[in-house]
Each structure stands twice: as structure tokens, then as C-alpha cells.
């Protein structure tokens, strides 16, 4: 079962930034598509930025032009920057495998929990 170890949440203001970090326990990493996820209290878990096994990037509307989604498949790692935060950014943020990547499903890590509030 591959483990999934989200880190680098907390709180920072309105207009800061912080740097997620998402290490999967595969060695097909390399060939898997990845993305972050985030749910927000009371609402449905929804998909923020994908990065494909290319290096191909892609965002909800949401979060474009302020989040960059990075991997370093060498440590098997996928990382989330994130500037210009908003409150309505605050969330539990999870990384995983796309459903449409080669491979079994993979079950969520802990996630990290990301508060914007001043």
C-alpha cells in the first residue's frame, strides 16, 4: 500500500505564501500523474493542480496564476507553492495519484491543514 506524507501547512496571513510537500512511498512515481487536492470544512474534496508524468501542469480557475505545482520524481515528491493565499483558501490539503493514472487506486494520506486568516 503506497503511504502518502503531506507537510508544510499552517497558519499564515492573507497575501502569504507557503510551500507544500507530498512524498509518496512508490518507485512508479516517475510514471504516475499527480495532483493536490483540498477540502474545505462542510465541503466536497476538489482538485486544485495536476502535474502529469510529462511535466504538464494544469489548475482550477481558483487557484491559477497564484499556485504552482512542481515534482521531483527522484524523491518521489510533489510540492505545492502557494502565494497570494485567501481565506477561502484554507482547507486540508491532500496529495494522491489522478484516477486516470496507470496503477491501482492509492488511499489519502493525513493531509496538511493550511489556515489563511488574519
Known amino acids: 500500500q503506497v503511504q502518502l506524507v503531506e507537510s508544510g501547512g499552517g497558519l499564515v496571513q492573507p497575501g502569504g505564501s507557503l510551500r507544500l510537500s507530498c512524498a509518496a512511498s512508490?518507485?512508479?512515481?516517475?510514471?504516475?500523474?499527480m495532483g493536490w487536492y483540498r477540502q474545505a470544512p462542510g465541503k466536497q474534496r476538489e482538485l486544485v493542480a495536476t502535474?502529469?508524468?510529462?511535466?504538464?501542469?494544469n489548475y482550477a480557475d481558483s487557484v491559477k496564476g497564484r499556485f504552482t505545482i512542481s515534482r521531483e520524481d527522484t524523491k518521489s515528491t510533489v510540492y505545492l507553492q502557494m502565494n497570494s493565499l485567501k481565506p477561502e483558501d484554507t482547507a486540508v490539503y491532500y496529495c494522491?495519484?489522478?484516477?486516470?493514472?496507470?496503477?491501482?487506486?492509492w488511499g489519502w494520506g493525513q493531509g496538511t491543514q493550511v489556515t489563511v486568516s488574519s
Open positions: 494522491n495519484k489522478l484516477p486516470s493514472s496507470i496503477g491501482l487506486p
Open positions: 512508490t518507485r512508479i512515481f516517475s510514471i504516475c500523474d
Open positions: 502535474i502529469a508524468r510529462g511535466g504538464v501542469t
